[in-house]
Each structure stands twice: as structure tokens, then as C-alpha cells.
Nanobody
Framework: QVQLVESGGGLVQPGGSLRLSCAAS????????MTWYRQTPGKQREFVAG???????YYANSAKGRFTISRDNTKNTVYLQMNSLQPEDTAVYYC???????????????WGQGTQVTVSS
């Protein structure tokens, strides 16, 4: 039983900032890559940013220079600091984690339920 819970979404004006959090809980042995995706109605879910277990980060072009992903392995939590937000960033943001459960051997993907980010005047 593994669960991912996102938090930190909300309504901000253009140019504002938000920090999203995603905490994994349950019978977890280890977590590989943790990533953030976003999705708006009628569009495919798109990759935003990712971070490996050892801290290597990678970003979509739309996020480079504005967003920063980080993680705290002691808390099984990944963060997404979002600055200079624009209306185009409006979406439901989901975190995904590759998790090895206690008693397991392979990493399986788990998704959170999402947190709404709305950028509007």
C-alpha cells in the first residue's frame, strides 16, 4: 500500500510563485525518479520536471529557468518551486514516483491525485 499526496496548489496572479509538494507514504523500500506532470482538459498529460534519487534534475523546456525540482529522501517528498508563473501554466499538476515496495524487487510507477494550479489575473 503506497500513496502519493500532492499539495500546494492554488490561485496566483501572473508572475507569482507556488511551491508544490508530493509526499509518498506506505511500505516503501526505495524511490527512484520522482517527476512532475501537468494536464489541462482536452490535452495530453505533459512532463514538467524530474529528479533522480541522487539529485540529478531534468526539465521540460517550458520549465527551464522558472521551475526548480528537488527532493528530500528522508521524507520521501519531492518539491516543485514554480516562479514567474504564467496563465499557460494553469493545469492539474501530478507527481509520479518509481517505487520499490517493502518485500518487492522492481520499481513500479505510482501517481498522485493531482493539485490544481490556476494562474489568472
Amino acid at each position: 500500500q503506497v500513496q502519493l499526496v500532492e499539495s500546494g496548489g492554488g490561485l496566483v496572479q501572473p508572475g507569482g510563485s507556488l511551491r508544490l509538494s508530493c509526499a509518498a507514504s506506505g511500505s516503501i523500500l526505495s524511490i527512484g525518479d520522482m517527476t512532475w506532470y501537468r494536464q489541462t482538459p482536452g490535452k495530453q498529460r505533459e512532463f514538467v520536471a524530474g529528479v533522480t534519487r541522487l539529485g540529478t534534475t531534468y526539465y521540460a523546456n517550458s520549465a527551464k529557468g522558472r521551475f526548480t525540482i528537488s527532493r528530500d529522501n528522508t521524507k520521501n517528498t519531492v518539491y516543485l518551486q514554480m516562479n514567474s508563473l504564467q496563465p499557460e501554466d494553469t493545469a492539474v499538476y501530478y507527481c509520479k514516483a518509481q517505487i520499490v515496495q517493502v518485500g518487492g524487487a522492481d520499481r513500479d510507477p505510482y501517481w498522485g491525485q493531482g493539485t490544481q494550479v490556476t494562474v489568472s489575473s
